[in-house]
């Protein structure tokens, strides 16, 4: 048994209260839209969910649930970390809810993929695979249990998580941080779990998830796709000209 599952598999119970996440937002890049920390129980609590990634032909967008038991959607890797399965192995697994099929309150039956020890997750996107960098990224994080200065087999389940997203420069693009998530338990609760992305149209190379004070966390749901800046619309481009217009009236009227 690797030392990590053990490390999650060891927590036991605990009753905890669950605390609400205090977010603030660093922006660096005016082009680049952050999104959440957001509640998420199935994809279409997504920011992207409703995004037609079909409309240019460049356009993609790929969804890894880890519900096949790998990281193998195209173009991505991940710098650490491992997939998690859940029920029956492991009772311990935190996985988006609807996953198993119901979205009923727990992910337990699903999949998630592991930190490992690790405080920082990052994962870099291939534009010889992809063709284009994605436009948009997003993960959501599922559960914490252990953190620093924790004894076994007591832990605190809360902590907080830093989103960060980079250009191909490697210019940080933007910073979400969500302060104390967690419920206080290292169980498959999705009340706590929390969407983190970003929208960027230049092109994300990668993004990292850092817990600061763990490595005894999960992510799920990694997803990213690529759409163009969206034309601006025949309407608006209308109401521009027509404004051009009357300045152009009245500049002659003065003249
Ligand atoms: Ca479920
Ligand atoms: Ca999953
Ligand atoms: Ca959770
Ligand atoms: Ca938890």
């Known amino acids: 048994m690797n030392t990590a ?6 927590i036991g ?11 603030s937002q ?13 509640p998420y129980t199935q994809f279409s609590d997504s920011p992207f969910s409703g995004i037609d990634f079909t409309t240019d032909p460049d356009g993609y967008f790929h969804l890894e649930d880890f519900e096949d038991g790998a990281l193998d959607t195209p173009g991505v890797t991940a710098s650490a970390g491992f997939v998690l399965p859940g029920l029956p192995g ?12 119901s979205v009923d309150g727990s992910g337990s039956a699903g999949t998630s993929f592991y930190s490992n020890n690790n405080k920082v997750l990052r994962f870099t996107f291939d534009a010889s695979v992809l063709g284009k960098l994605p436009s948009h990224v997003g993960i959501v994080w599922t559960d914490v249990g252990f953190v620093d200065g924790d004894t076994p087999p007591t832990f605190t389940g809360r902590g907080d998580v830093v989103f960060r997203a980079y250009n191909a420069g490697n210019q940080l693009l933007k910073n979400v941080i969500a302060k104390n998530l967690g ?7 999705i009340a706590e779990d929390r969407f983190f992305g970003i929208r960027y149209y230049p092109g994300i190379a990668h993004f990292e998830i850092e817990m600061p004070n763990s490595g005894d966390w999960e992510v799920d749901h990694l997803q990213y796709g690529y759409v163009p800046t969206p034309a601006l619309l025949p309407g608006l481009i209308g109401l521009g000209v027509a404004a051009l217009r009357k300045k152009q009236e009245k500049s002659s009227e003065s003249a």
Do not use: R
Request: no cysteine; glycine share 14%; charged share 15%.
């Open 26 to 38: 660093a922006p660096m890049a005016k082009a680049a839209t952050p999104y959440g920390p957001s």
């Open 5 to 10: 599952l053990f490390h999650k598999a060891a």
């Open 13 to 23: 119970a605990a009753a905890g209260v669950a605390s609400l996440a205090i977010v």
């Open 90 to 101: 492991n009772t311990l697994t935190d996985s988006v809810d609807g996953d198993d099929g």
């Open 183 to 189: 419920d206080g338990l290292a169980n498959g609760g």
